[in-house]
């Protein structure tokens, strides 16, 4: 007998070490046991010390991966992640109205840990104007949350007082990942702002190291699988965040400097 997965799906950047980006989709969707494609945006040269290099995609070349998976496949939710410029937010705005593939996980990917800049200063406001609206759920981490709602968030009054700024913007949930860059923190606690206005705090512990590469794709494409599987936004975001978690945690030996967090866990 056939064996039937959801169908899921990320537009993003190829990331040459594995670690980050479509990669780090990838390897979550088939982690968790779904059936995962790439629409690739970009590409960058990155090992663990940095991205040396990247490569942005023809639009047209964009437009015939949209194509190409939508005249076959049974997509029911999908995530972005790197976007890089304003044409290439265009055309994924664009081509996300031509075509159904079901419910919309979008992370807004601004900069590395590294650093390096994954999105032109210039293609924020396309993003909030034009790709925003369309989301089911936005999830920035604290960084991304202070430039998209253009605010400083210093204590957990100001990330509801954020989050609700974004869902005011036009996306419906907001999840909006606490501050992780402390050593003396003892845990990361997060906030999910639902459409309906109930917020819930997702609070895991914080754990120090440096091979965090890939957390924020991996997250996005956990609640991604997650929903494909017909769980509710709420169950999605907690296994998602249980699951990243965990991947942080078993840590592997892989890379010299920011490794990639270990998708073969089970939770
Ligand atoms: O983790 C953010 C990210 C997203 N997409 C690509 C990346 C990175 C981080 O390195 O390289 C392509």
Not at 187 to 206: A, F, H, I, P, Q
């Amino acid at each position: 007998m056939m064996i039937s997965y959801p169908q899921v799906l990320t537009i993003a950047g190829s990331d040459s070490d594995g670690s980050a980006g479509a990669q780090a989709d990838l390897k979550t969707f088939m982690a968790r046991n779904t059936y995962g494609m790439s629409i690739l945006t970009a590409a960058v040269a990155g090992n663990s010390y940095q991205i040396s290099a990247s490569h942005i995609m023809p639009v047209d070349f964009i437009e015939a991966q949209f194509k190409a998976l939508a005249e076959d496949f049974n997509i029911s939710a999908f995530k972005t992640g790197m976007l890089a410029d304003t044409p290439t937010i265009k055309t994924v705005v664009d081509n996300i109205k031509k075509y159904d593939f079901g419910f919309f996980v979008l992370d807004p990917v601004i900069i590395t840990k590294h650093g390096d800049m994954l999105l032109e200063e210039s293609a924020y406001k396309t993003l909030i104007n034009e790709l925003l609206p369309l989301a089911d759920i936005i999830t920035p981490n604290f960084y991304e949350a202070q430039k998209l709602a253009d605010m400083q968030i210093l204590n957990d009054d100001d990330m509801i007082v954020a989050a609700k700024k974004l869902q005011k913007m036009g996306v419906k949930n907001v999840l909006l990942k606490g501050k992780h860059n402390d050593d003396n923190q003892s845990e990361v606690k997060d906030l999910l702002l639902l459409e309906n206005g109930e917020t819930l705090w997702l609070s895991e512990e914080y754990i120090k190291t440096n091979r965090v590469n890939g957390t924020g794709d991996t997250l996005a494409a956990c609640i991604v699988s997650e929903i494909s599987k017909g769980n509710s936004l709420s169950d999605s975001v907690k296994t998602a965040k249980l699951f990243t978690h965990a991947a942080i945690k078993n840590e592997m030996d892989i890379g010299h400097k920011f490794g990639p967090i270990n998708h073969f866990v089970k939770i």
